[in-house]
Structures are given as C-alpha cells and as structure tokens.
C-alpha cells in the first residue's frame, strides 16, 4: 500500500509521504486508546534496600545486567553507523522503484514473524546466551551482504537473512534482561537498558551521517564503504564485549 501511495503521487512526493505519517500517526492515536483501555495491577512496593536509578547507572559496569547493557548498546551503534542509509543506498544510489523498495523491505519483517517462533523454541531448550553467541555472530554479516550484489532478489534475500539474526538476538536480549533483573529493580534496569540503547541508536546515527561523507568508495559507492565499516566495528563490540558476562 505504501508502495502504490508513492507511485501515485511520483510527480508530488511530498503529499505521498505526507499520507504516509498522517495514516502512521493515526495508527499510533488508535494504539495509544487501545493500550489506555488495558488493565495494570497495582505495582508492589520495593524493598527498602532496592538500588535506586541513580546508584544503579552509577555502577553499571559492576552488575551483569549493566555490564550486558554496555555490550548491546555497542552493538547497536555499529547497527546504525549504515542502518539508516540502506534506504538511501537503495532508492539514491540503485534507483530502485518503491515497489522494489518496499518488497526489499519487508522480507525482513516477513522472516522476522516467521522465525521468532523458531528462536524462541531454542532459547527454551539451550538458553538465551547462547543464542546470543549465536545471533551476535551473524550480525555483522549483514551489513557484508550489502557489497556482493545489486540484484533485488539478492538484496530481498539478504534482507531476509537480517530478519532471521535480528529476530533471534532481538528476543534473547529481551528475554535475558527479564531472567536476570531482580524483581524489585526490574522496571529501573529495563528504563536505563532502553535509554542507553536509543542514546547509542542517535550517535551511532549521527556518526555514520558524518562519515558517509568522507570514506572513500568501494566497488563504486561510498555507502557501501559504510556497510564495511559498520560490519567490521559490530565485529569487533561483540569479540571485546562479550567476555564481560559469557
């Protein structure tokens, strides 16, 4: 559907983005009533000992749920040195349709449904860890994909082979923050993993917009020197990080 809006309006493509948001922030008003309308029981009284937020942000480094806080938020700036220039490498730089685009783009989602259910069974079995060992091992794959073919169905595929690492590492981190946060400090850990990780998500962001402009190309094009870069430092969090807490 976001596809044909775009087609529709080609000659006038700001009010087919204007569409687009106005139609997402809709949705997003229908979601926030539904999500008012849900019931939530009355939260128990921590302890009078429990770690408050500033002391536990002090120490991150010092527990295990800091010191994988730490790990994931590296990880996720290496993510988004090159994740918000896929679109612009595939809609600037290849000048695919939005249909192409689209479909692109969904293949990642698509495997993403299709394989939580498949992680979420192995976690069951071998634990979260390991499938983060796992899954941490393939991200860095992803950005590499990116410089060994232009064809869509390539890039469709490879999209889908994201989808499959990230829905794996996506719902071990989730569920090990869970298992390994006490009770009574649960809510405030997952509050400082959240602001830490979308803090790391801007300047990574931020970094990879500053260097797309000024690595040199490889194989013809400057984003793709950025995959490169982005894959190689995910590479490189994940082998100093991990023996923090594995």
């Known amino acids: 559907m976001r596809a044909k809006l775009l087609r529709l309006f080609t000659h006038n493509v700001f009010i087919g983005f204007a569409g687009i948001f106005g139609g997402a922030m809709l949705f997003r008003f229908l979601s926030f009533y539904f999500l008012s309308r849900m019931y939530e029981p009355p939260l ?8 408050g937020l500033t002391h536990m942000i002090k120490n991150l480094g010092s527990s295990n749920v800091g010191r994988f806080t730490v790990f994931v938020a590296l990880i996720y700036f290496a993510i988004m040195l090159a994740g918000p220039f896929f679109s612009v490498y595939m809609l600037r730089d290849l000048k695919l349709s939005y249909l192409t685009f689209t479909l692109i783009n969904s293949s990642a989602t698509v495997a993403t449904l299709i394989f939580l259910p498949f992680w979420g069974r192995r976690a069951d079995r071998a634990g979260n860890l390991k499938i983060i060992r796992i899954t941490g091992c393939l991200l860095p794959i992803v950005p590499l994909l990116w410089l060994v073919s232009t064809n869509p169905l390539y890039l469709i595929c490879a999209n889908a082979f994201s989808g499959f690492a990230w829905s794996g590492f996506d719902l071990a981190c989730v569920n090990f923050l869970y298992d390994a946060s006490d009770p009574e ?35 013809g094009y400057q984003l793709r020197t950025l995959f490169t870069v982005s894959g190689v430092t995910k590479r490189r969090n994940y082998c100093s990080s991990t023996p923090l807490y594995f």
């Not at 790391?200 to 500053?210: Q, R, W």
């Open 185 to 219: 400090t649960r809510t405030k850990r997952i509050a400082i993993y959240n602001s830490i990780a979308n803090v790391a998500f801007s300047l990574g962001a931020l970094a990879g917009g500053y260097m797309a402009q000024h690595l040199p190309e490889t194989l």
């Open 44 to 51: 128990a009284r921590q302890k009078p000992n429990a770690a």
